[in-house]
């Protein structure tokens, strides 16, 4: 029996450790919980087995009932989350404390008779077996069990019935994986006095690993590119390798009403849709694909691969609103000038909205930020005032791209304090040095998501720039910056501008945690960071904006 809850503990590790793995910030708290929580228990009954003496046996069986208490609870607010049912926070806290109970008088056995009013060891060959006359909290402790798995079993049965938003498949896991773990639960005596819970524990990972990595495809829209994703000028459809539905956004249900009676994972049925297989078909064909019509609107269709984590699992319908610019190709044949005049009308438009998106972006960031209120409209200004210093002392040949480039990257630089918890993000006071350790992630997190937000835009030098601000402001000339600890000139010259604009900011700035300086202490700082933090071709630069700096803060 060592061998066998040998094997149990080994694979119950393997499993946890690729569950673990394949971790994303969308999987469930409680999901983690539970494949933390079972390895340990599997190694209880492991040492449970190998015990030759009752006070080894008895810490074996604490361990074990680590599991056995806390497990039901964290597994039924696990199956609830996957099928989307709230539970009352009343509720959850009368559990938790329901099994805090019933382990600590685990805890108590023989200094109690709470849980067994007797416990003593005997040999069955090798095998050690603990003979145990059961007390009250036993008892609870089963109709705790037993309560806990009615309750998953009527969520799990209600969502098989009722709610579309749970695939059937599985809903139909959950029950059986539910139900089999219960059987080999009290299956005991069944199976010769071999405890099998430490099976039902390996068959319920392995489950809910098929059942987790199928769930992160249904997530159509993730973080920050979900304001994007709902646009109502844009519309989203995922369908898997086997053609079945896997979401889409709420414009894809306004243009093709039907979608919202479809079922995750089911064919797409209804005469309506027929029409997204044939896009389907056509991509995979190579053929072009013709505009459809809704409404009098026009929807360019463009169907691609559906990845997650550089896998091919299925295909991305994507239909763009393009009714203006199919107007405009009719307008060309006989209204050149006039045409010209539209496009730019609605180039200029489409400017000044990625202008505003990402002005909201980096505003919305700034906002979850107490310490930095109005930081991105100041370094913005200052940046300008910099480069304007840079060009007139020419220490550096920068065009006007370049420049205009810089500008317009300036306000995203923190991007990524977006991912940063709030708990950290707006703290009052100096962050101990863990809290800076998370804090200094979102330099890379935030190069990560000028990328996504930007994929696929005409303006590489644009989207390089944003990605450098963004992600290298933070490093020193010395290279001992972050996160990267580049050194002198591996340092992209735009993130080297922002440093000084942004450091400056932050000198002579008040914040929560600190009055403003003055400009001269702030000067001085800046100066003597030149060659150590800063890049000292802009000492000559920086002292030439000195005055006008000074002007824009004191007004």
Excluded at 28 to 33: D, I, L, Q
Excluded at 129 to 140: A, N, Q
């Amino acid at each position: 029996m060592q061998t066998f809850y040998l094997t149990l503990t080994i694979l119950s590790f393997a499993l946890s450790g690729i569950y673990f793995m394949m971790w994303r910030k969308r999987f469930n708290v409680y999901s983690a919980v539970f494949y933390t929580i079972i390895p340990f228990c599997e190694l209880g009954y492991w040492l449970l087995s190998n015990s030759t003496t009752l006070e080894e046996a008895i810490i074996a069986n604490k361990i074990i009932y680590v599991g056995a208490c806390f497990l039901p609870l964290f597994y039924m607010l696990f199956i609830y989350s996957i099928c989307g049912v709230h539970i009352p926070k009343p509720v959850t806290m009368a559990a938790f404390i329901t099994a805090t109970l019933i382990y600590s008088s685990v805890l108590s056995i023989k200094h109690s008779e709470l849980f067994y009013r007797d416990i003593r060891m005997d040999f069955n060959g090798d095998s050690p077996v603990l003979i145990k006359v059961y007390g009250p909290m036993h008892t609870i402790a089963v109709i705790w069990l037993i309560v806990s798995f009615a309750a998953n079993l009527a969520v799990i049965v209600y969502s098989f019935f009722k709610n579309n938003k749970v695939s059937v498949r599985h809903a139909i896991m959950l029950f059986l994986i539910d139900v089999l773990a219960v059987f080999l639960y009290f299956g005991r005596e069944i199976f010769n006095n071999v405890e099998l819970v430490g099976v039902a524990y390996l068959l319920m990972q392995g489950g809910y690993l098929l059942i987790i990595n199928r769930i992160c495809l249904y997530d159509i829209s993730d973080n920050v590119i979900e304001g994007l994703i709902n646009s109502e000028e844009h519309a989203y459809i995922s369908l898997d390798l086997k053609f079945n539905y896997l979401g889409s956004n709420v414009t894809a249900k306004k243009i093709l009403p039907a979608l919202a009676d479809i079922r995750i994972d089911a064919r797409l049925k209804n005469r309506e849709l027929w029409i997204i297989n044939e896009w389907v078909w056509s991509f995979l064909q190579d053929t072009k694909l013709e505009d459809y019509d809704f409404q009098g609107r026009k929807y360019a269709v463009t169907v691609a691969h559906l990845m997650n984590n550089k896998k091919v699992y299925g295909y991305q319908i994507t239909l763009t609103d393009v009714t203006e610019e199919r107007k405009y190709v009719n307008l060309i044949k006989n209204y050149n000038a006039d045409l010209e005049n539209e496009v730019k009308k609605k180039t200029e438009h489409i400017n000044d909205m990625h202008n505003k998106l990402i002005l909201g972006l980096a505003t919305m960031v700034e906002s979850r930020d107490n310490s930095t209120g109005g930081h991105i409209r100041r370094t913005s200004d200052c940046i300008r005032i910099l480069i304007d210093s840079i060009r007139k002392t020419g220490v550096y040949d920068l065009d006007d791209d370049f420049c205009k480039q810089l500008i317009k990257a300036a306000p995203m630089h923190d991007l990524g304090k977006i991912a940063v918890d709030d708990a950290i993000l707006r703290k009052p006071g100096r962050f101990t040095p863990e809290e800076f350790e998370q804090m200094k992630t979102h330099a890379a997190k935030g190069a990560e998501m000028i990328q996504q937000v930007l994929e696929g835009t005409d303006d590489e030098d644009f989207k390089r720039i944003a990605e450098n601000v963004a992600h290298y402001h933070h490093e020193r000339m010395d290279g001992t910056g972050y996160p990267e600890g580049l050194k002198g000139d591996e340092i992209p010259l735009e993130a080297r501008i922002m440093a000084v604009v942004d450091v400056y900011d932050a000198l002579v700035s008040k914040r929560c945690y600190k009055e403003s300086m003055s400009f001269e202490q702030a000067f001085s700082i800046i100066d003597e960071g030149m060659g150590k933090q800063f890049d000292p071709e802009l000492k000559e630069s920086f002292y030439d904006a000195r005055p006008e700096l000074e002007r824009y803060y004191s007004a």
